[in-house]
T-cell receptor, first 113, second 111 residues
Framework: DTGVSQDPRHKITKRGQNVTFRCDPI?????LYWYRQTLGQGPEFLTY????????KSRLLSDRFSAERPKGSFSTLEIQRTEQGDSAMYLC???????????FGPGTRLTVL | AQSVTQLDSHVSVSEGTPVLLRCNYS??????LFWYVQHPNKGLQLLLK??????LVKGINGFEAEFKKSETSFHLTKPSAHMSDAAEYFC?????????FGAGTRLTVKP
């Protein structure tokens, strides 16, 4: 299967710890997106990359959040000093260009105790 | 800016009966519109998309949607529901990279 993959699928952590998630997009896609989805809501945009350049960040992305895509392939999303409010599903998506649909990974479910 | 409103948080139908999931959108530009489906523990899957071609869009699994600019609506329909259609459905409005999701409609299909 050559779809978008995310790792880990589940993460349980204690408040104050740092966590890092990984996303591997579809190989020929140069655009990569991160979203957050809380229970009963649709996904909310966090940030996106074109190749290795991070082109936009949502105001939802506080300074505790950082995302990278160092070689324009996989991406990581790090949350420092996690808070209970960070508990959510973190989704990654990729697309071949600006006007095509986005292909989503299965998500990483984060639980902060 | 754009936004989308899904008018029903939960729709329940009997197997074999029609499905209607309602979506209204707002956009300052000519948007692209999508419907995605999310099954439990599965990733979001594209059902169909509208990108300024035909106003009646056919998607996978027998779903279709009609773009009505005058009503700013993009309702999703299916003539006959199947048990496997039970899932969460999201209407999405997009301008460039900016995709805005609705809050979702949970579809329940009764035997």
């Amino acid at each position: 299967d050559t779809g978008v993959s995310q790792d880990p699928r589940h993460k349980i952590t204690k408040r104050g710890q740092n966590v890092t998630f990984r996303c591997d997009p579809i190989s020929e896609h140069n655009r990569l997106y991160w979203y957050r989805q809380t229970l009963g809501q649709g996904p909310e945009f966090l940030t996106y990359f074109q190749n290795e350049a991070q082109l936009e960040k949502s105001r939802l992305l506080s300074d505790r959040f950082s995302a990278e895509r160092p070689k324009g392939s996989f991406s990581t999303l790090e949350i420092q000093r996690t808070e209970q409010g960070d508990s959510a599903m973190y989704l990654c998506a990729s697309s071949p260009d600006l006007y095509n649909e986005q292909f989503f990974g299965p998500g990483t479910r984060l639980t902060v105790l | 800016a754009q936004s989308v409103t899904q008018l029903d948080s939960h729709v329940s139908v009997s197997e074999g009966t029609p499905v209607l999931l309602r979506c209204n959108y707002s956009s300052s530009y000519s948007p692209s519109l999508f419907w995605y489906v999310q099954h439990p523990n599965k990733g979001l899957q594209l059902l169909l998309k509208y990108t300024s071609a035909a106003t009646l869009v056919k998607g996978i699994n027998g779903f279709e949607a009609e773009f009505k600019k005058s009503e700013t609506s993009f309702h999703l329909t299916k003539p006959s529901a199947h048990m496997s259609d039970a899932a969460e459905y999201f209407c999405v409005v997009s301008v460039g990279h900016d995709m805005r999701f609705g809050a979702g409609t949970r579809l329940t299909v009764k035997p």
